[in-house]
Nanobody
Framework: QVQLVESGGGLVQAGDSLRLSCAAS????????MGWFRQAPGKEREFVAA????????YHVNSVKGRFTISRDNAKNTVYLQMNSLKPEDTAVYLC????????????????????WGQGTQVTVSS
């Protein structure tokens, strides 16, 4: 079991940067693929990025590619989402998710593929 706590959200202006963190507790973090999702008011939850537990494989959805970067530090049991050039349409609650896997190369893009979720951190981007 992995417990997840997100932090780093806030209110910023368009063009600014934020770095979100997701701190994990539980012995299975180092063998968990991690993902970031977001949910804007009135919209469905949306996949943003994912990373394998080895850290060697990552994926970013097209709308954030080139602006956001997912990374992890297994020594700190933390996954990050560096967000640059933020836009008003990036406004959402950002949630991290974890899924244990035996394959260190795997990442996952669907909500149903994740076993554990954080509570989320709010990101608001003003124009």
């Amino acid at each position: 079991q992995v417990q997840l706590v997100e932090s780093g959200g806030g209110l910023v202006q368009a063009g600014d940067s934020l770095r979100l963190s997701c701190a994990a507790s539980g012995v299975s973090f180092r063998t968990s693929a991690m993902g970031w999702f977001r949910q804007a008011p009135g919209k469905e939850r949306e996949f943003v990025a994912a990373i394998s537990w080895s850290g060697g494989n990552t994926y970013h959805v097209n709308s954030v590619k080139g602006r956001f970067t997912i990374s992890r530090d297994n020594a700190k049991n933390t996954v990050y989402l560096q967000m640059n050039s933020l836009k008003p349409e990036d406004t959402a609650v950002y949630l991290c998710a974890a899924r244990m896997t035996t394959d260190g190369r795997m990442w996952y893009a669907r909500e149903s593929q994740y076993d554990n979720w954080g509570q989320g951190t709010q990101v608001t981007v003003s124009s």
